[in-house]
């Protein structure tokens, strides 16, 4: 149905002062045709692909057997690899922007070198993963099993897709990795910026809110509570008055240290090995090693 004649001029001045790319500074995307561009879709395809590769039997097809895994994980590794290029390939256009910029074409190469890394990696990410439900699985009396840490808790899940996509950030590629832990923000409430490095034996006990910022380093057996703050204090700013991207600014928590819930962490400060903070704390100094706050 047609807008009353009455509301036609005002419809058109919005679509007009909308359309006027001049006012859209750092918010429209000059598409070129044929470019791809990345999918959320597609990224939690991928993550559920690697859930099934990980974790056979738990996630993907449940009528696994010893007979039958090799078959299977043959087929989602080459369904991965596939999709995985497909996606990195998209980012690698998308953070081009420069009006002569190659075509996107010339990134598939790079994108299949890419993929195959990740994919290379993933022995190691299965086996830092196991580190992670053990101390999950040790570090809560409700648990029952390995089988139930798996499943059922929300940071295997979340650290399933932080340690994917750090080993893609560690790769140079560009906004894909924000989009899978940002797809484990949404689906779990723990935000952990893939550029932070976390230690085996990492588990974060229910989850929720817990914030993890780019450059925060993090230990062996370490333990955050839900609600956990681990941010930056200020930000240094440049002569313009912008923050200077990627300084260290998030705190370094060293072997065995515990956090306990709603405990706020801020700033390059190191809380030593085996210190415990204490929940609702807001802590802004260097803890040493073995203190209690």
């Known amino acids: 149905m047609n807008p009353p004649d009455s509301y036609t001029n005002l419809l058109k001045q919005t679509v007009e002062e909308l359309s006027d790319t001049s006012k859209m500074k750092g918010l429209f995307h000059q598409h070129r045709h044929g470019d791809p561009l990345p999918s959320s879709a597609a990224l939690e395809e991928i993550i559920g692909l690697c859930r099934a590769v990980l974790f056979p039997g738990y996630y993907g097809k449940s009528t696994l057997n010893s007979v039958t895994v090799r078959y299977h994980i043959g087929m989602e590794v080459e369904r991965l690899f596939s999709m995985l290029t497909a996606q990195i390939q998209a980012g690698l256009c998308f953070s081009e922007q420069q009006e002569d910029r190659q075509p996107c074409i010339d990134y598939h190469t790079k994108a299949e070198a890419i993929a195959a890394a990740l994919v290379s990696m993933l022995p190691q990410v299965r086996r830092t993963l196991a580190t992670d439900v053990e101390a999950a699985y040790l570090g809560d009396p409700a648990a029952q099993n390995y089988g139930e840490v798996i499943s059922c808790y929300p940071a295997i899940r979340a650290l399933t897709c932080y340690r994917i996509a750090h080993e893609l950030y560690r790769l140079d590629v560009p906004l894909i990795p924000r989009i899978i832990t940002e797809l484990a923000h949404s689906e779990t ?16 006990d229910h989850g ?42 998030h705190p370094i928590l060293e072997d065995d240290v515990i956090v306990y819930s709603n405990a706020t962490v801020l700033g390059r400060i190191t809380i030593g090995q085996g210190a415990v903070i204490g929940a609702n704390k807001w802590v802004t100094h260097d803890v040493p090693a073995g203190e209690k706050v």
Do not use: M, W
């Not at 952990?192 to 974060?204: R, V, W």
């Not at 062996?220 to 002569?239: E, I, M, N, W």
């Open 189 to 204: 409430g723990i935000d952990i910026h893939p550029g932070a490095q976390i230690g085996e034996y990492f588990t974060i």
């Open 208 to 249: 929720t809110g817990v914030v993890i910022g780019a450059t925060c380093i993090i230990g062996r057996h370490v333990k955050l509570y839900q609600g956990v703050t681990l941010g930056a204090k200020s930000f240094p700013l440049d002569v313009n008055g912008n923050p200077i991207k990627n300084n260290p600014r």
